[in-house]
């Protein structure tokens, strides 16, 4: 009997893990190709099926080389070309429909900046977290977001706010190393994931609610700190 038992439970454990591995390729089968090259991410959005299994993109000094074709933003024959990278990148953020919380430690990207802006402008609610030290950048992009209604936020501590990520529509999440500038892009050993799973996407959805929070607050040294920018009080904005 108690061989029995055995020979029962040992069929049904394998008859769960074909049920189950049967499930997986079923649902590896329903998956939909992004072809965010092509500008076709927004389909993503639409289907909560479609998955990103880490798409990774890697920057080296080698990146240098691809500059010269920036301009019209075609890529190049290299796999890992910046333009082809950026591209892809700039495909996403025009994906949003809901919502792009943006949280970046230097920000000086116009093409970039101008994805964030349009994105704005079909009414995307647009949240973005920048360190202090942008505020003293000659190549920021602050003053076009304010311009265009956009407010970023930053505080000055004794901290860096040093992350470099993006949420799209509370789905997909770019991160990595890179900083948004051309020379991150075009020079730099630097890396970037894209990603929409829940596990991934999840933290750092609280960590930017936690941070914006904090940074939306007011105390009476930032305001001191504003009111000594000539370039804020030219436009008669504030960050708070």
Known sequence: MLKGMVILITSSALVTEVIWQLYKMYR?????????????????????????????????????????????????????????????????????????????????????????????????????????????????????FYKEGIKPKFKKLDTLMHHKFVIIDNKILITGSLNWTKSAFFGNFENIIVTNDPVLVKPFIIGFESMWTFFNSTTTEDSNHNSRNSSFRSLNISTS
């Open 28 to 144: 590896r089968s329903q998956r939909k190709v992004i072809n965010t090259a092509n500008g076709c991410a927004k389909q993503f959005c639409k289907d909560t099926e479609v998955n990103i299994d880490g798409e990774v993109m890697l920057f080296s000094k080698d990146s240098a080389l691809c500059r010269p074709h920036l301009g019209h933003l075609k890529p190049c024959a290299k796999l890992d070309c910046p333009v082809r990278h950026l591209r892809r990148i700039l495909d996403y953020l025009d994906s949003a429909t809901d919502s792009l919380d943006v949280c970046i430690y230097f920000f000086t990207f116009s093409e970039l900046a101008e994805a964030i802006i349009k994105a704005n402008n079909r009414n995307v609610v647009v949240r973005m977290i920048l360190d202090e030290s942008m505020a003293q950048n000659d190549t920021s992009q602050l003053m076009q």
